[in-house]
């Protein structure tokens, strides 16, 4: 049973509710819980490519439509003939204090829009924290989000939330590396501060839930578990929840926010920019005023430590239905023609299937690794974050299936076409503009597979960046380009020995790939 089931189900002649950011850690998530309700979704998003490679984008009961929100005509006609509007955009990863302005001017379009579509209402997710001077910018800026929503006639719901707890959520895959990682960690002063997590699911129950509730038109509402602690507690019950001892946490006065950030990097899949403001965030108590929420939108309230067990128990079985890093751009295709491209062309014949070699390319990165030089691309990672890249930490959302937009380590999917070929594009700290690309071209009874990694350097020091690299890919693309089509033979003779002799084929068989996947 959904989770939503309880909440009543959306009136027959509803107006369609508008969704943004739906492409986002929450916002992907709401959108089914809002179907599962019997709501009609419109959907406002910048590519759709992206939101298509959604499981629920195909329901007859989502439309959508390409916008830019500082487009205020764009963001008027998107909302025409609907309801209510979520919300659920923040540009907190903009470079240095640029992101306060550009969040404030955005919200400001947004609700004089509201008011010229003839909104019923918006609903706004911002952050918990106590009113006042101290709050820290990131803070400061959901703040001054709110205040813009509510600055026009429509009336806005306000809900405030702290920590979210979920599988792929930036706070709960923040705490799970640092509690993973180290057993004694030196920390700043804040791992003292108390907060009031939330599980995911609840947030969304609350989410979901204001469309039926009337007494939530204009109310602020702070969202929070049933539990307050602080950082250190919320650390030791990661450990708890992870199986292991608990860790030495010695907290010290001279970490500063920025510091934090980057040791923060180091050490999680969390890129510096985005922990930065997370780091000064846990600066302040966040701690829920009253339980208004809960009595407007009654609901179970998941406990901190069944909120880490679900979580973790979702991402063992590849259940995660988004990710912190979903948010990112694609970014768009450079400008190849009328510049110095380099590149690299690598190709293969096999008799395996374009689906046993699109299969095994969509398994690349992430906890199965680069097929073979493991060592190789972890020492890559290791070196981007150093200069402030994301590393291979980040890992992906899904370990079996890629989607436009996933990331992949520190690379994104730029483009997909089942069973015929998928291109990442870069997003490690380069000289340059990086892609590497896959191709599946039918050639009878064989397939022939073209990898072609495709460098556009800046400059002359992204020229000698690529040449001083020329040697590890003489080493790495072979063997990657060879690992793929050796998984994908390995996987059809699996297919083949499973039909013909199940039950003596079938592990001679898996022992034999593995032992090629371990050379």
Known sequence: MHPAAKLPPAPAQAKPVLVTGATGY?????????????????????SREKVLARPWANDPRVEVVLV????????TAAMRDCGAAYYLVHSMMT?????????????????AAAAQAGLERIIYLGGLGEDGAALS????????VEQALASGPVPLTALRAGVILGSGSASFEMVRYLVERLPCMVTPRWVRTECQPIAVRNVLYYLAGCLSTPQSIGATLDLGGPEVLTYQQLMQL??????????WIIPVPILSPRLSSWWIHLVT???????????EGLRNRVVCADDRAVQMIPQRLLGVQEAMELALERMRGDLIETRWSDAGAI???????????????????????????????SRIGGDHGWFATDYLWRLRGFLDRLVGGPGLRRGRRDQRRLSLGDAVDFWRVSSIEANHSLELAAEMRLPG?????????DRGERRLLIQQARFRPHGLWGILYWYSVLPLHGLVFPRLLKGIVSTAEGTQKIRRAGTAQPQQAMPQVLGQVANKQTH
Request: aromatic content about 6%; overall charge positive; glycine content about 6%.
């Open 26 to 46: 929450i916002g992907g998530r709401l959108v089914p819980w809002l179907l599962s309700l019997g709501w009609r979704v419109r959907v406002a998003v910048r």
């Open 68 to 75: 830019d929100l500082a487009d205020q005509a764009a963001v």
């Open 95 to 111: 470079a240095g204090a640029a992101f306060h302005d550009c969040d404030r001017r955005l919200a400001e379009i947004f609700a």
């Open 137 to 144: 910018a990131h803070l400061a800026s959901r703040r001054a």
């Open 238 to 247: 990661m450990a708890r929840a992870l199986g292991l001892p608990p860790r």
């Open 269 to 279: 899949p969390i890129d510096h920019r985005l922990a930065r403001p997370l780091a």
């Open 331 to 361: 970014p768009g295709d450079p400008q190849w023609a009328g510049g110095t491209v380099l590149s690299d062309t690598r190709m293969r014949l096999t008799r395996a299937s374009s689906a046993a070699i699109f299969a095994a390319l």
């Open 433 to 441: 503009e990086a892609r590497l690309h896959w191709r599946i071209v």
